[in-house]
Each structure stands twice: as structure tokens, then as C-alpha cells.
């Protein structure tokens, strides 16, 4: 069992960068892989990012890449998401998930886990 606990969003302007962080609880954190969703207000929840526990492989949204940042701290069980040059379709609440496979999917049906979310709110 692990439980999500995300952090670190609010309200930026356009351009602007946040960090949310997850925190994971258990003592089995790196042995999962980790990710990211958003779900905007009548939208269907969509994968953001993700990153691997075997070998720390990364991936991403196509409209995110290069502008998020996806990373773990496995001694701090701890996920995290740097997104910089925020813009207002980025505006949703940001979910975490956990999967104890190796390989990264993109559908929401794939991850075990989830949080609570945190909203995030970009201004024009």
C-alpha cells in the first residue's frame, strides 16, 4: 500500500514556474514508478509526466517537454514536478501515481495509486 500526498501548487502568472512535490509514504517508494497527471475542469485527467524505478527513464506529455521537469528522491520518498514557463492551459489539479512496474504508461488505468491533487492556476 502507498499513499500520495501532493504539494506545492497555487496561483502563478503566466511564465511564471512552481514545484510540486509528492510525498509517498512506505519504505517501499523506489521500488515504484511515478507520475504525473493533470485534469482540468471538464476534462478528462491526462498524463503529465512519468519516471521509472529501475533506471530513472523519463517521459512526457509532447506539449510539456522541455518546460517540466519530472525527478525522485528516493532517500526522502519523495516525488517531484518542475514546471517553468507555465502558461494558462496548464491550469488543472496536478495528481501523482504509483506503479510497481517498471515501464511508464499513460493511461490512468495503468497506476495503482494516486493522491489527492493540488490545483494549479496559471494567469494570463
Known amino acids: 500500500q502507498v499513499q500520495l500526498v501532493e504539494s506545492g501548487g497555487g496561483l502563478v502568472q503566466s511564465g511564471g514556474s512552481l514545484r510540486l512535490s509528492c510525498a509517498a509514504s512506505g519504505r517501499t517508494f523506489n521500488s515504484y514508478s511515478m507520475g504525473w497527471f493533470r485534469q482540468a475542469p471538464g476534462q478528462e485527467r491526462e498524463f503529465v509526466a512519468a519516471?521509472?524505478?529501475?533506471?530513472?527513464?523519463?517521459y512526457y506529455k509532447d506539449s510539456v517537454q522541455g518546460r517540466f521537469t519530472v525527478s525522485r528522491e528516493n532517500a526522502k520518498n519523495t516525488l517531484y514536478l518542475q514546471m517553468n514557463s507555465l502558461k494558462p492551459e496548464d491550469t488543472a489539479v496536478y495528481y501523482c501515481?504509483?506503479?510497481?512496474?517498471?515501464?511508464?504508461?499513460?493511461?490512468?488505468?495503468?497506476?495503482?495509486?494516486w493522491g489527492q491533487g493540488t490545483q494549479v492556476t496559471v494567469s494570463s
Open positions: 501515481a504509483a506503479s510497481p512496474s517498471s515501464s511508464l504508461g499513460v493511461n490512468s488505468w495503468y497506476w495503482q495509486y
Open positions: 519516471i521509472s524505478w529501475i533506471n530513472g527513464r523519463t
